[in-house]
DNA sequence: TATGCACCCTGTAGCAGCTACAGGGTCAAG
DNA sequence: CTTGACCCTGTAGCTGCTACAGGGTGCATA
């Protein structure tokens, strides 16, 4: 039922689109160590495998739900640790989890200032603008 | 009442301390002209007036609610002109007002993907990780 | 066979918005 | 007269790409 047999070579071209990711990304991704550099055609072409597939399609996943290349890098690394307790796994996602909630803290909070200055501006001039006058100091002292 | 006499000049230490900006921002911003360039001491040291802490105030506080440069630099033009319809004040504020909905609404999406993950985690070992298997691809050809 | 075109290669520079040096000068206190 | 805190300029680094420039390769078509 399964294939055996190996996937022929992809071209950096085609992983991209696969993966939807540019080439010059993926460029980027070997040149930091991120993945493995390929093995090279006659033509010196980069010739990935269906392992540099599963590889790259693991990052651009994690990418996508916001981890930074760091703990990507950490993330593939105990992905390969097949047989070991996944406690750090969890623990990184648990501290991405709670940064973003952090974000989004933030940005509600921020949300709630900027619709409050909108809301008070009654489009006069510039002199009387609520904005405006919401972002100037107010000097205390 | 008012003290119309000038402040004493402030030192780059001195505005970044009241301003909550550290030194090489100020001087950062300075190089890319957002705010002017100030007068000089004898020593070469710059001199600040209350203008620049206004003005570098009003940079921070608008930074603080997440504008871009660009956004700041438009929206100190548009301070200055003070008898002009606050219109494109307005503008700037809302085209942000989307930006900052939007990046919640895509923070959102994230954490509850995150969370799912995170809670099918059984802390087992990586090779029953279900936080690894959501990462991982699911090839569907 | 020539040639055109899409693709690939390396290397470098740029984006935002700072931050962090290195290697010097200035100034006031003790 | 030295110490230490400050200031100066200039440049390089950070994240995570992206965009060239200036070439080489590979395949189809006229």
Redesign the pocket.
Known sequence: MTKPQPTRPL????L?RRTGT????I???ERIGLIAAPA???????AYGSEHLARLSFVRRS?DLGF???QVRALLDLADQRDRPCGAVDAIAKQHLEEVERKIADLEALRRELDAMVAQCHQGTVAECRIIEALSPHPEA
Request: proline residues 0%; glycine residues 14%.
């Open positions: 071209s950096i071209g085609e991209g540019k080439v010059e990304t460029r980027y991704y090279r055609s006659a033509g010196n072409y980069r990418r930074s290349l760091d």
